[in-house]
């Protein structure tokens, strides 16, 4: 469907994955997507560790001037996380490394990759609305059939199985191998 206005024209897409026809894409996915946020999060304090670290070491041999750094690690904190998000998601494989090693993708709902002005937007509305909303927004993948999260819906974004992994699940569903 085609829409033009004076000046404007725009596509509306559907739905690139449906639950109903495509199950083996949703099936599983909440759960390996909690897994793969822990998975990110010690990705991502690793080297966050590590400086505060050098930062500690740095300030002993300097007799205390070197802990004046230690005001840089909060703001390098948020900038190396969204540059980790928006690297990651916005790589060929369209995920983070903890979705990786759980065989996830992020696309967008119309199903094209993830970008990485689309992956640092996702991290950051992520942040905002678990810091303002409670982490009790993330049951509202319990309540819609793409168990797409709020910030999800909000960004238009959505998770799934890997492909491979997805095409397996249809194989073992239909009882065969395709």
């Known amino acids: 469907m085609s829409t033009t206005g004076p ?4 596509e509306v897409r559907p ?4 639950p109903v026809t495509m199950p083996e894409y949703f099936e599983g996915v909440l759960a390996r997507r909690a897994i793969a946020f822990f998975i990110d999060l010690i990705v991502i ?37 969204i540059i980790y998000y928006g690297a990651t998601l916005g790589s060929e494989r369209s995920a983070t490394i903890g979705m990786r090693v759980m065989d996830l993708q992020m696309r967008t709902w119309y199903g094209a990759p993830c970008y990485f002005v689309l992956g640092a937007a996702h991290a950051v509305v992520f942040w905002i609305t678990v810091s303002v909303l409670t982490p009790f927004i993330l049951l509202v993948g319990f309540f819609n059939d793409r168990r797409r999260l709020l910030h999800d819906i909000l960004v238009g974004t959505i ?14 569903r239909l ?3 395709l």
Do not use: E, K, M
Request: glycine fraction near 10%.
């Open 7 to 10: 000046g404007t024209s725009f």
């Open 15 to 18: 739905h690139a994955y449906d």
């Open 45 to 81: 304090s690793v080297p966050i560790f590590f400086a505060a670290l050098f930062i500690l070491i740095f300030g002993f041999i300097t007799l205390g001037l070197g802990w004046i750094l230690f005001w840089l690690l909060s703001p390098a904190t948020v900038i190396w996380a």
């Open 159 to 172: 998770v799934i199985n890997d492909p491979l992994r997805a095409q397996a699940a249809r194989a073992q």
């Open 175 to 177: 009882g065969g191998t």
